[in-house]
């Protein structure tokens, strides 16, 4: 593994024989050896350890200066004909490319990723087949943080823009590339600030925005073993309440009648036994909408009316998730001595917010149940309202039809609109009047929904084959951007 800090200079001398510029014919037709080409970018770019640590102080400058200047010496035609802007709310390290279009009257588009990694939990390294930050590619896979969650998304885009412009390719539209540097920790210096931005320059009526989402795979929703393109339409909201007790701690050999330990428990205990109540979705209605003629006659009855969706959502922890706001105590401190009572207690507990709940709507539900004065209750996060849902017209048929063009070798892959239960920094854009069709989709197929582990997991990696297809899918897009 590179040190984790080191010079941009000293990497991008390491890793030059990666740079292979992307060919022309790139991925026109099944060209192992192109594939390879773009798979060593790829796992080059991986080999800079962007992490986006939960201490925002524990930042790398060395190794998003150095991706920086890799993308630039590998991408020389994007950089050329495009704009680029480094941008942030305090630490300037999110990327802004602005291609303009040849008709200035036509609404924008925004192609999203990002290009920080999560961390690898301490204790894991060992189980890891090969380096989080190697990039190692062997016959098969491109390995490492990012090659799924998100660097894929990032050169992916890139190398389609580059083969096109190789190609003279113009667009009509202005297109946004939108690359962000925190959202593994919400986005809130990264891409919520390039929206302001664009705000700011009165950017409006964008078209649509792509970001990432789910893979094409097989039985990544429970009960649905057709192979699936799930094209999220909207997201959850985010929030994190920290719950804080304060009182005289003193000695343990004369504790009082409740400790702020025991305060705090009563107060979490309470919140996890009065869970959000559920409901059903326009989002939640339109998914099921879709899959309904890929599903067996047994499964369709058991969707068949509101009542029946909700109780077969209810029987499975991943699909519960969809019809209500979820509760999670994620951490809890208090306590620095087996002896000595503890002077303050604190949990916080994350909340990922259902369409008809608010961030106010939730922080009055938890301080109504947990109804203990003692219990200081405060807003901890980037907290976000639930999105809008985006739109199943003639923008959703467009990426619905390149991914078929992409995928066109699965005659039975259904495309469906789902409800994103986690989070991406396309909530930004939504969050905004600026645009309505905010879609998320991760551009790539993986072997089995089992694979669906590996994002924020150990042994992140992806499929040569697929990210070449990765990079297609974005070539298709953008010509299928022409005739809109």
């Known amino acids: 593994m590179l040190p984790k800090k080191i010079s941009s200079l000293c990497k991008i001398a390491l890793l030059s024989t990666s740079m292979l510029a992307p060919s022309i014919m790139a991925l026109e037709t099944d060209n192992s050896i192109v594939a390879i080409e773009a798979a060593k970018r790829l796992s080059a770019g991986i080999q800079f350890p962007t992490i986006s640590n939960q201490d925002r102080s524990d930042f790398d400058t060395d190794a998003f200066d150095g991706y920086h200047a890799y993308l630039e010496k590998t991408y020389p035609l994007l950089h050329k004909n495009l704009t680029k802007e480094v941008l942030g709310k305090e630490r300037k390290y999110s990327l802004l490319y602005t291609w303009e279009g040849s008709n200035k009257d036509l609404a924008p588009i925004v192609l999203m990723g990002h290009q920080d990694v999560v961390p690898v939990v301490p204790g894991t390294e060992k189980d890891w087949a090969y380096d989080a930050y190697s990039g190692h590619i062997d016959d098969k896979y491109i390995w490492g943080r990012g090659s799924l969650d998100d660097k894929i998304m990032i050169h992916a ?64 929703f429970p009960g649905f073993d057709k192979p699936a393109a799930l094209l999220g339409i909207a997201e959850k909201g985010y929030l994190t309440l920290e719950l ?59 969707i068949k009316d509101d009542k029946s969706l909700l109780n077969y959502l209810y029987s499975n922890p991943i699909t519960r998730a969809m019809i209500h706001t979820t509760t999670a105590v994620t951490v809890i401190n208090g306590g620095v001595k087996e002896n000595v009572m503890a002077p303050s207690a604190s949990a916080l507990v994350n909340f990922r917010i259902l369409q008809g709940d608010s961030i106010e709507s939730v922080t009055e539900y938890v301080t109504n149940v947990i109804n203990d004065e003692r219990v200081t209750i405060t807003d901890n996060s980037a907290s976000i309202n639930p999105s809008p849902v985006a739109g199943t017209g003639a923008e959703y048929k467009l990426i619905e039809k390149t991914i078929h063009q992409t995928w066109n070798d699965q005659d039975d892959l259904a495309v469906v609109p789902y409800l994103v239960i986690g989070g991406a920094d396309a909530k930004w854009f939504a969050a905004t009047d600026m645009v309505k069709n905010v879609y998320r989709f991760t551009a790539v197929r993986v072997e089995s929904a089992a694979d669906a582990a590996r994002w924020h997991g150990i042994n992140e990696r992806v499929l040569i084959k697929e990210y070449a297809n990765s990079i297609r899918f974005f070539r298709n897009l953008l010509d299928n951007m022409q005739d809109m």
């Open 157 to 220: 885009i890139m190398e389609a823009i580059e083969i096109q412009l190789a190609a003279g390719f113009q667009p009509e539209r202005t297109i946004y590339l939108s690359f962000g540097q925190d959202e593994e920790v919400g986005g809130p210096e990264g891409t919520k600030h390039i929206v302001e931005v664009l705000q700011e320059r009165g950017v409006s009526n964008i078209a649509l925005v792509v970001d990432e989402g789910l893979p094409v795979t097989a039985g990544i």
């Open 244 to 302: 804080k007790v304060e009182g005289p701690g003193g000695h343990s050999a004369m504790p009082p009648e409740e400790s702020n330990i025991g305060i705090l428990a009563n107060a979490i205990t309470k919140l996890e036994s009065n869970p959000f109540p559920v409901s059903l979705t326009d989002s939640v209605r339109e998914q099921f909408k879709a899959m309904a003629p890929h599903m067996t006659e047994q499964q369709r009855e058991q």
